[in-house]
């Protein structure tokens, strides 16, 4: 491939986000052009306490799921850091790249700028974010494929597009995942050079826990979803569960940050039409309140109050350094002195 069609490649890459999210709000405004902004309000305000407090405690559940992400990686790359360091990095990377989407780019930069601080090296934290990249796609997947056998295929057959996309990734996802399993069966304790960099095949029960953490990170953001969503709809679990991980996986490869607009309309498309819209788009925002913005606000104070404390550590560290600095030469005196 060309450089000039590389580079057309990458425009077409982060052009297609703007292209989708269009297309999502457009779907959106269709599907909830008859009601008020009050009635989404009501909706969300009508969503019992108790499911607000399940749902945050499957939030919590699941973000830390997400830390563990980085704890199997860094024992990909046979690195060791403090359980509170790897807790940090991982509950702030995915907080960011949840909200910001492009989650190399926005989780990658904060993991670099944490990990190089506990003297991980650069290329480790590349094999790093790859390998966590893989379980991600591994967990997602495999609950995806599951999805596809449980979620009937009248919800889907209502719009063709969907129906399409859904078909292309259920074969996708397939291959791939047969593929990264076959790799580690025929390749084990090889490696693949990507540029300077040499990623080790995980064993194959690396490649299991992977989609075993992946799935598990899935199952509990669609339980914040369904506990906002149960005083609504009534929808058998498994229906619904493969239902938010299609949308999930739509939203994620749309390019569109946090999948925004791209993973309603795909909730709004599937579920029946005597379903009031206002009330599962209610749904939905609060969804997008606790799943989103209360872990970033959550975990960037933390990281906020971990910055503050290392920055008064380092002016503590300067000021006795200064203090220490000009008794240096008298102590050099003192002992010349002394071997005299």
């Not at 967990?139 to 399409?164: F, H, K, N, T």
Request: hydrophobic content about 55%; glycine content about 8%.
């Amino acid at each position: 491939m060309s450089v000039k069609a590389k580079r057309l490649f990458k425009k077409l890459v982060s052009y297609s986000g703007i292209f989708f999210f269009v297309l999502a709000a457009g779907m959106l405004w269709w599907q909830l052009r008859e009601y008020s902004f009050m009635d989404i309000v009501h909706a969300i305000l009508a969503i019992p306490f108790e499911n607000l407090v399940v749902a945050c405690v499957a939030c919590f559940a699941g973000y830390l799921a997400l830390s563990l992400y980085d704890y199997l990686a860094l024992r990909y790359v046979g690195a060791r850091v403090s359980w509170w360091k790897w807790m940090l990095a991982g509950m702030l990377g995915f907080a960011i790249s949840n909200n910001a989407g492009n989650a190399v780019v926005s989780g990658g930069a904060i993991r670099y700028r944490l990990y190089t601080r506990w003297r991980i090296s650069g290329g480790d934290i590349v094999k790093m974010i790859t390998f966590s990249g893989f379980t991600f796609f591994l967990g997602c997947s495999a609950i995806l494929i599951l999805g596809y056998c449980l979620v009937p295929s009248e919800l889907l057959d209502r719009s063709v597009g969907a129906s399409i996309g859904v078909n292309t990734l259920f074969i996708i996802c397939s291959a791939a995942v047969l593929a990264y399993f076959a790799t580690t069966v025929f390749f084990q304790r090889k490696s693949i050079k990507i540029g300077k960099i040499k990623f080790s095949v995980p064993t194959t029960g690396t490649a299991m826990l992977q989609m075993l953490l992946g799935a598990a990170d899935s199952f509990l953001a669609g339980l914040v979803l369904y506990f906002c969503l149960l005083p609504f709809v009534q929808i058998p679990f498994g229906t619904y569960i493969g239902l938010f991980v299609i949308a999930q996986a739509t939203g994620v490869f749309s390019q569109v940050p946090g999948g925004i607009g791209v993973f309603e309309s795909i909730f709004l498309l599937a579920l029946p039409d005597t379903v009031d819209k206002a009330d599962i788009f209610g749904a939905l925002l609060a969804y997008r309140i606790i799943y989103y913005v209360l872990p970033l606000i959550g975990v960037g104070g933390l990281f906020f109050v971990y910055e503050n404390w290392l920055r008064v550590r380092m002016k503590r560290w300067l000021n006795e350094a200064k203090e220490k600095i000009p008794q240096i030469p008298d102590k050099i005196k003192n002992i010349r002195h002394r071997k005299k």
